[in-house]
């Protein structure tokens, strides 16, 4: 899909266009063995929608009837970003009874899903290519109220976007945690997990400050709570993670983290009562801190960030050693 255009824009096609993405998009081209499962069973897997101005979007007042797609009415499961699949197709193995709906900006990573769920066998998972920030309120409002509330939206190992200018770009946000609050039941559950220390400070305080959610932190008794007193906590607020989910599989993008040496966070918010619409988007908690005057460590420019790799972490334990 091209960027582009021959004619000038609407100011809606415009702010579609101009959005700032929290994905990269890193090549859009399938192998021959991709283009061939998903001309075989791409259609079994993957809901199609209009598509909207921007890449990976969908169009404003598209219909997409998510009971129809699963052929059946179910407690569903979105989850955003699902990689190749692992933790949304061993799920759905383990609960047939529920509905799994995967958002994959990346066509690569939609082909990959779908090989996952073949070879499972799985047949209550279904993926879309779209923009998740984007597309999840078109979804779940507007033309499509009709679909039921989530049960549970899972956000694993978003992106982190380490550069401080790039943090604008980070998934996790005080808009984004509105717009899966409008696609949660009441009681739902979100959750999240990420192993860069930065981003889980951010992503705490963001849910510490967001009307809609309460976060669920490990009991004091518990060896993550431990854990959490002897880290150091840079965010505005402090402590507030959760044990780890016994479910969550370890997928390849958290063993990148564990053997580069980064610890894993995660987080359990729950959707309270609030409605949507009367209550206020709060601004990003390190900026208005940083307004109010106050410094949050984690947010000051110069702070180091941790190896991305394991060949990394092993470079700097070499020179810690010298």
């Not at 702010?15 to 990269?24: N, V």
Request: glycine share 8%; net charge negative; with cysteine.
């Amino acid at each position: 899909m091209s960027d582009g255009a021959s004619a000038p824009l609407s100011s809606g096609e415009s702010a579609a266009r101009r959005r700032i993405r929290s994905f990269s998009l890193r090549g859009s081209r399938l192998g021959d063995r991709h283009v061939q499962l998903m001309a075989e069973r791409g259609a079994e897997f993957v809901i199609s929608a209009p598509a909207g101005e921007g890449v990976s979007t969908i169009a404003a007042d598209a219909r997409v009837d998510l009971a129809a797609a699963f052929g059946r009415e179910a407690p569903l499961i979105v989850e955003v970003g699902p990689g190749s699949g692992e933790q949304l197709v061993a799920s759905a193995s383990a609960h047939p009874e529920r509905n799994y709906l995967g958002l994959e900006a990346w066509a690569p990573g939609v082909a990959r899903c779908v090989h996952t769920a073949a070879r499972a066998g799985v047949a209550n998972v279904r993926f879309m290519q779209l923009d998740a920030a984007q597309a999840l309120p078109v979804l779940f409002s507007g033309v499509n109220s009709a679909n039921f509330p989530a049960a549970e939206v899972w956000s694993f190992f978003p992106d982190p976007w380490r550069k401080r200018k790039h943090r604008k770009r980070r998934l996790i946000s005080p808009s984004f945690a509105a717009t899966v609050a409008g696609v949660l039941e009441a009681g739902g559950i979100w959750r999240l997990a990420t192993d860069w220390d930065n981003y889980a400070w951010q992503m705490r305080d963001v849910l510490v400050e967001s009307p809609w959610f309460e976060l669920q932190a490990a009991d004091e008794d518990t060896e993550t709570a431990a854990a959490d007193l002897m880290v150091d906590d840079l965010g505005l607020y402090s402590g507030g993670f959760a044990s780890r989910w016994e479910e969550r599989v370890v997928t390849r993008f958290e063993e990148r983290g564990i053997e580069a040496g980064r610890r894993v966070y995660d987080l359990l918010a729950v959707r309270g009562a609030e409605p949507v619409d009367f209550a206020h988007v709060p601004e990003d908690p390190w900026i208005a801190a940083a307004k109010r005057g106050e410094t949050v460590a984690a947010d000051m420019p110069g702070l180091e960030r941790p190896p991305s790799s394991r060949a990394g972490w092993l470079k700097a334990q070499s020179q810690q050693g010298q």
